[in-house]
């Protein structure tokens, strides 16, 4: 957690030093003393304050008027009043005015740390909960990452080893093959793990609204800024940012965000103050960075910048049992997330899935096992309970070379290739028992017409040449 940044209006010079004193155990706050209520307005103008400790005796003229000034200027700054002529009336008013405690002096040092801690408390948890309602229901995939495959095997040995270290890291791979995933496994294992881990989709944000998502801004700045806004990047401080689908940043906001790397300052749309972060950058990106950079439509030193270490993500079709593996693991866990008892995947839905080229990958992948744990009669997902776009995709798919040797294949592969074999020879003699009579056939097999249509369509097995 970053320090807080604590202004102080107080005249008398005793009290502001026993003010800082007391605060002093809030993790070395960076104080302001203000000497006069428009040298405080100013500050709060200028700067980013988590709490301000305001002494009413020092405002001239109507104590009030002050008050209402420093909302006008942020209305959702935490605020403790002091007075040394306190009153009921006094308290009410302050309270209305947003004041978060308000206390009588002489103030005890205990009674003001216990105040500053719980106002700074309650905004940490303000700051927190406004992340998490920009972020809700973001789909981000499943949440464990599952894969035996070399290239897997290769992803995960790199998160291990780059996990611990502060370097900026940038995941490649097509849409849908969990990049999230990994920035997120990237900071749980790091030392800043207890930080937060910030996601922002730089595709899903208008071009117009992207620096101040990013930077923030200050109450004015622009038409629409009633008030002042964190942006991401302060929200990240001592955290992760992840910045996904980085391809899609426009030029100029590449040229501030590069500056930024560089310096690890910010300052807000509107704002003159720099403020300090410290986020380790973790960017992804489905599209070809070398192309875009040839084209001139991302910044060389931008690219070099962030692809410090560079983990490439397979495609789901390039996983090989991966895919089997994925599938039993959805399977039953969203089978009991669903209230479903699935216990497995038949062989013949096992073979489609396979197959199939996946071009939304393991997302994709998601979706069709959700759909089909809905539509399941009973424990075993089957075939009937895949989309029929993708059984028949599946059946024009690449089918798998029937020389290469077992030892070199997988379980799940060689058992494809077997089952394949199996469904084209029970075929042929099954149609040609019944003379390519669909219905009779699918009766005898105990399978619906559609499906057996489909299994036909698979294996390029026509009826009319059984007649």
Sequence with gaps: MKKPHILILEPAFAAKRQYQQALNSLGTPEFVLAESPDAALESIRGGAFDLAIVNLDAAAGDDFAFLKDLRSVDAELPLIVTTSRPTIASATAAMRLGAGDYLAQPIEGPALLAAAERLLSGRRIEAEYELLRRQVERPYGFDDMIGGSPAMRKVFQTIEQVAGSDVDVLVVGETGTGKELIARSIHRRSRRSEGPFVPVDCGAIPEKLLESEFYGHEKGSFTGADSRRIGLLEFADRGTFFLDELG????????????????????????????????????????????????????????????????????????????????????????????????????????????????????????????????????????????????????????????????????????????????????????????????????????????????????????????
Excluded: C
Excluded at 307 to 319: K, Q, Y
Excluded at 343 to 359: C, D, G, H, N
């Design 248 to 467: 899609e940043l426009p030029l100029l906001l590449q040229a501030k965000l590069l500056r930024t790397l560089q310096e690890r300052k910010i300052r807000r749309v509107g704002g003159r103050e720099e403020i300090d972060i410290d986020v380790r950058i973790v960017a992804a990106t489905a599209r070809n960075l070398d192309e875009m950079i040839r084209q001139g439509t991302f910044r060389q030193d931008l690219f070099y910048r962030i692809n410090v270490v560079r983990i490439d993500l397979p495609p789901l079709r390039e996983r090989g049992d991966d895919i089997g593996l994925l599938a039993e693991y959805m399977a039953q866990r969203y089978g009991r997330e669903m209230g479903r008892e699935i216990k497995s995947i038949t062989p013949e839905a096992y073979q489609v899935l396979k197959l199939f080229r996946w071009p939304g990958n393991v997302r994709e992948l998601q979706n069709v096992i959700r759909r089909a744990i809905a539509l399941a009669q009973g424990p075993l997902i089957t075939l009937d309970d895949l989309p029929g776009e993708v059984v028949e995709a599946a059946g024009e798919g690449p089918q798998s070379g029937e020389g290469t040797p077992a030892g070199d294949v997988g379980y799940f592969e060689l058992r494809d290739r077997q089952l394949a074999s199996f469904e084209k020879q029970y075929l042929s003699e099954l149609l040609a028992r019944h003379q390519g009579d669909v219905r009779t056939a699918a009766f005898e097999a105990k399978l619906p017409r559609g499906t057996l249509y489909r299994l036909m369509k698979k294996h390029e097995l026509d009826g009319d040449r059984f007649r």
